[in-house]
C-alpha cells in the first residue's frame, strides 16, 4: 500500500512536468550587414543604366547615390543615406532635381532585417512605400519598390552586379 501512493505521486509528478512546454531557444537573424552594400553596383535589367554606389562613412553611415545613364548622359541623380540613430536606421532619399532647389528627403524606417534582406518602410510615400534590398551574393543583388503608382500598387525591380 505505502509503495502504490508513492507511485501515484511519481506518475502525477512526471505527468505534469511532461506537461511543461520545453522553451524553444531560436537564434535571432543577424542583423542585415550594411557594409556588404559598399561598392559600386549596376543594374543588368534595365534598358537604360541605373548604378547605385555606397561608400560606408562610420559605424553608423553610409552614403550612396544613384543615377541613371542614357548614352553617356547623367538624366537622374539622387542623394542616399542609411544612417543608425537612437530612433532607429533610417534609409534617407534626398530628391531635388537640381542643386538650386532646396532638397527634399524622405525617410524610410528599417522595418526588419536578417542575413539576406533589409527592409524599409514608409507608409505616407506614394511610391514606393516599401524598400527592399536583398543580397543573392557578394556580388548580386535585387532592389525591390513597392507602393502606389497612378492610384494602383506598383512594383519596380532592379537585378545590381558589383562592378567593383
Not at 508513492?6 to 537564434?27: H, N
Not at 524598400?131 to 543583388?141: A, L, Q
Request: hydrophobic share 35%.
Amino acid at each position: 500500500m505505502r509503495y502504490s501512493g508513492f507511485f501515484v505521486l511519481f506518475l502525477i509528478g512526471a505527468f505534469l512536468t511532461g506537461c511543461e512546454e520545453t522553451p524553444v531557444i531560436e537564434k535571432a537573424p543577424e542583423d542585415f550587414p550594411l557594409e556588404r552594400l559598399a561598392g559600386k553596383w549596376e543594374d543588368v535589367d534595365s534598358e537604360n543604366k541605373f548604378y547605385e554606389e555606397w561608400i560606408v562613412a562610420g559605424d553608423s553611415l553610409l552614403i550612396g547615390k544613384g543615377y541613371v545613364m542614357v548614352s553617356a548622359d547623367t538624366v537622374f541623380i539622387e542623394n542616399l543615406r542609411i544612417i543608425k540613430d537612437e530612433e532607429g536606421t533610417f534609409y534617407q532619399v534626398n530628391l531635388s532635381s537640381n542643386q538650386s532647389e532646396k532638397p527634399e528627403v524622405v525617410k524610410f524606417k528599417m522595418t526588419s532585417s536578417g542575413e539576406t534582406d533589409i527592409v524599409f518602410e514608409n507608409p505616407q510615400h506614394d511610391f514606393p512605400k516599401k524598400i527592399t534590398y536583398r543580397m543573392i551574393s557578394n556580388t548580386e543583388m535585387r532592389v525591390f519598390l513597392n507602393g502606389i503608382e497612378n492610384g494602383t500598387f506598383g512594383e519596380t525591380r532592379f537585378s545590381f552586379v558589383r562592378t567593383n
